[in-house]
């Protein structure tokens, strides 16, 4: 299987690994990824991959908000430039990888790694089945999806261009510890934490990288936010370059404010601290919503412009088709968002319809479901 080398894609390739290993466990798992990724560094994946390599793959830099003349720019044409020149040498790379250990399928969870992995699938006669989390498929998986035996998606087929006849909605493959939150995992949650059992809690996340945007809006309205609500405590998640900056800013709040405040540059606890908190504010991230529906939590999305495809604003149109989160434009300003943040905390009928019909979505055979389509198609190869 391959991952595409970002962050977002780590959490379903290490959900549907554990999966698969529950459902054949003598099957072999090669996770090929890009050297350098961060993935490589998670101790995590030696426990769930049986063999992991390692390719120089090339990327296409595109932006929500780059027009075609900004591909020009020197510094970035420069880049893509340099990057295609990769592809031949890193098609040559993997198509030595599954000539070694011959796989039975190959799985593509999108991402510039994706590509080559594919093209020399394909010139080996493997099975090739596609995954897209979001409702804008990659461009890896639109190229790639043109030889998939099977195309799985994360989100209702209709979103997507793959023949009807070999598409199959599964969902996304999320940590399998994540669940409904009652009210007595929710207690529990705060108990883990150190957080007060009466408390309201605000869980601030802008995804694994962080994200600067939701920081500066919740670091300017944080203190009118702890103001307003006397039993709030926030719950930030930075992303780890962002920690802390975000730190030192919230030393200028008093004392007592400082004591309702837990910054957090990254934590593989997140479901803990979904499970604890009363509201979530975040992005538009496919896995993240996943997260969020399988706890059935209430949410502001503010959603990325900026990312390629413009995805994240097509999945939070999806939610908000279906009115199951509050989506905030992409442009919101600290005013705006703190409106939206003080309403739902003090509207438990809104929040509760919110998360009813956001739980109403989730997959939670997505892991097993997918799983079994990778083995059936793997088996009927052999």
Not at 147 to 158: F, I, N, Q, Y
Not at 304 to 333: E, F, R, Y
Request: glycine share 8%; aromatic share 6%.
């Amino acid at each position: 299987m391959t991952g595409g080398g970002t962050g977002g894609h780590i959490t379903p390739l290490l959900s549907l690994a554990q999966e698969l290993k529950a459902q054949s466990p003598d099957c072999q798992i090669v996770y090929v990824g890009h050297k350098g990724d961060k993935f490589d560094t998670f101790e995590q994946s030696s426990h769930d991959f049986d063999f992991t390599a390692f390719i120089k793959a090339g990327k296409l830099r595109r932006y929500g908000t780059l027009r075609f003349s900004g591909l020009l720019h020197p510094d970035i044409f420069a880049k893509n430039f340099i990057d295609m020149l990769r592809l031949p040498g890193s098609i040559i790379a993997s198509f030595r990888i599954l000539r070694k250990f011959r796989p039975g399928a190959v799985f593509s969870k999108g991402g510039f790694v994706a590509l080559p992995v594919a093209l020399a699938a394909k010139l080996l006669g493997i099975p090739i089945i596609t995954h897209d989390s979001d409702t804008v498929p990659g461009l890896a998986n639109r190229i790639v999806g043109r030889w998939a035996k099977v195309h799985a998606t994360g989100m209702p087929a209709e979103y997507y261009p793959y023949p009807k006849s070999s598409t199959y909605y599964v969902g996304i493959p999320i940590d399998a510890r994540i669940k409904k939150v009652t009210p007595r995992l929710q207690k529990a949650a705060k108990a883990q934490l150190g957080l007060p059992p009466e408390s309201t809690v605000l869980l601030v996340s802008g995804g694994s990288s962080g994200s600067v945007q939701l920081n500066n809006l919740i670091t300017r309205i944080a203190a009118e936010l702890l103001e307003a609500n006397l039993s709030l405590h926030i719950l930030h998640l930075t992303g780890q370059r962002h920690e802390q900056p975000v730190k030192e800013t919230y030393k200028k709040l008093p004392k007592h404010d400082q004591q309702r405040l837990v910054v957090m540059g990254y934590s593989q606890d997140f479901y803990t601290l979904t499970a604890a908190a009363d509201l979530v504010v975040t992005r538009a991230g496919a896995t993240t919503i996943a997260e969020l529906a399988a706890a059935g939590k209430t949410s502001i999305i503010v959603p990325s412009p900026h990312l390629a495809g413009g995805h994240q604003l097509k999945n939070s149109q999806a939610l908000a088709d279906i009115d199951a989160a509050v989506i905030a434009p992409p442009n919101v300003q600290p005013d705006e968002l703190l409106v939206l943040i003080n309403s739902l905390l003090n509207d438990d009928s809104r929040r509760f319809e919110l998360a009813r019909n956001l739980f109403a979505t989730a997959k939670n055979n997505a892991s097993k479901d997918l799983a079994s389509l990778i083995l059936k198609v793997a088996t009927n190869n052999q």
